[in-house]
């Protein structure tokens, strides 16, 4: 019996712990090191950098709720873009919208999708062979910059900012970036951003929202829980112009009627917003 561990290291002095039955791949890329594992509790799992991303038993946790909540706020979109996401769980969830026309995705890192769809096929499902997503492999801080196509929401599915170290995704969280992404979103666009763990990653939470207040009017976060990530409440950020809680309960109600969902509807989709006290400060 395998005595290897995934020990997740996205703080220095906390992780997630899972036993390893097998080890299915481990190697590097030009970006990152990139490690799949066969688990128990969680299926395979997706590890970048020492960083868990992503596993088969609690991905529709995460994946459902960044594309779901702003896509079914928003309520008419026909454009999408995703920034990273090389495993195709946003993806999966953004083409079950029949008003989505175009989805484009830009992946740094095409081994990321390569391992994803060979390994973990069963969280992207067919995603990455719909007619409408167009999948670019590029730096997205680049293509961001040159863009001149407009999109009506854009999902920022970023690895973390490790502690003191940026990583790949550094720039993903500055201002800057904000600001380019500001311009490719259409009138009423919403823009929607993996933004750490509420419970220990307040600092750059706050930092991250701040950067988002100096683009957008609107800004704030709403919460889901990922069992399989230290801290288990993950925060999104939110960014836009308007205010959410104009959508209505009935609006959100009728916008649910997606298939095979296991996490979000109309009721969740309101009470992510509702933050813990400690939250609330930040």
Same mark, same amino acid.
């Given at each position: =019996?395998?005595?290897?561990?995934?020990r997740d290291k996205v703080f220095k002095d906390v992780? =997630?712990?899972?036993?390893?039955?097998?080890?299915?791949?481990?190697?590097?890329?030009? @970006?990152?090191?990139?490690?799949?594992?066969?688990?128990? !509790?969680?299926?395979?799992?997706?590890?970048?950098?020492?960083?868990?991303?992503?596993?088969?038993?609690?991905?529709?946790?995460?994946?459902?709720? =960044?594309?779901?909540?702003?896509?079914?706020?928003?309520?008419?979109?026909?454009?999408?873009?995703?920034?990273?996401?090389?495993?195709?769980?946003?993806?999966?969830?953004?083409?079950?919208?029949?008003?989505?026309?175009?989805?484009?995705?830009?992946? %740094?890192d095409e081994e990321v999708i390569r391992v994803s769809? *060979?390994?973990?096929?069963?969280?992207?499902?067919?995603?990455?062979?719909?007619? !409408?997503?167009?999948?670019?492999?590029?730096?997205?801080?680049?293509?961001?910059?040159?863009?001149?196509?407009?999109?009506?929401?854009?999902?920022?599915? !970023?690895?973390?900012?490790?502690?003191?170290?940026?990583?790949?995704?550094?720039?993903?969280?500055?201002?800057?970036?904000?600001?380019?992404?500001?311009? %490719?979103?259409?009138?009423?666009?919403?823009?929607?951003?993996?933004?750490?763990? %509420?419970?220990?990653?307040?600092?750059?939470?706050?930092?991250?929202?701040?950067?988002?207040? *100096?683009?957008?009017?609107?800004?704030?976060? @709403?919460?889901?829980?990922?069992?399989?990530?230290?801290?288990? @409440?993950?925060? =999104?950020?939110?960014?836009?112009?308007?205010?959410?809680?104009?959508?209505?309960?009935?609006?959100?109600?009728?916008? *649910?009627?997606?298939?095979?969902?296991?996490?979000?509807?109309? !009721?969740?989709?309101?009470?992510? @917003?509702?933050?813990?006290?400690?939250?609330?400060?930040?």
């Amino acid at each position: =019996m395998s005595n290897v561990w995934i020990r997740d290291k996205v703080f220095k002095d906390v992780g =997630m712990s899972i036993k390893v039955n097998e080890t299915l791949l481990d190697s590097r890329t030009k @970006f990152q090191k990139i490690e799949v594992h066969d688990t128990t !509790r969680f299926g395979k799992v997706l590890v970048l950098d020492g960083a868990i991303q992503t596993t088969e038993k609690d991905e529709f946790t995460y994946h459902e709720m =960044m594309a779901h909540v702003p896509i079914n706020a928003h309520g008419n979109v026909k454009s999408v873009l995703i920034i990273g996401g090389g495993d195709g769980g946003a993806l999966e969830e953004v083409l079950k919208h029949k008003s989505v026309e175009r989805v484009v995705m830009v992946e %740094i890192d095409e081994e990321v999708i390569r391992v994803s769809k *060979q390994f973990l096929p069963s969280i992207s499902k067919n995603a990455f062979e719909d007619p !409408r997503a167009n999948i670019v492999i590029q730096d997205a801080v680049q293509w961001v910059k040159g863009a001149i196509e407009k999109f009506d929401v854009i999902l920022v599915d !970023r690895t973390d900012s490790v502690d003191d170290t940026d990583g790949i995704s550094g720039d993903l969280y500055t201002s800057k970036f904000y600001k380019d992404c500001k311009n %490719i979103l259409n009138p009423q666009g919403i823009l929607v951003a993996q933004a750490g763990m %509420i419970t220990f990653s307040g600092g750059s939470i706050t930092t991250d929202l701040c950067n988002a207040a *100096q683009v957008w009017t609107k800004t704030s976060l @709403f919460i889901t829980a990922v069992p399989s990530y230290s801290g288990g @409440f993950q925060a =999104m950020l939110w960014a836009s112009d308007w205010n959410i809680t104009s959508v209505s309960d009935q609006d959100l109600v009728a916008r *649910q009627n997606l298939p095979d969902l296991k996490y979000y509807d109309a !009721r969740i989709h309101r009470a992510s @917003f509702a933050l813990p006290k400690f939250a609330q400060a930040l």
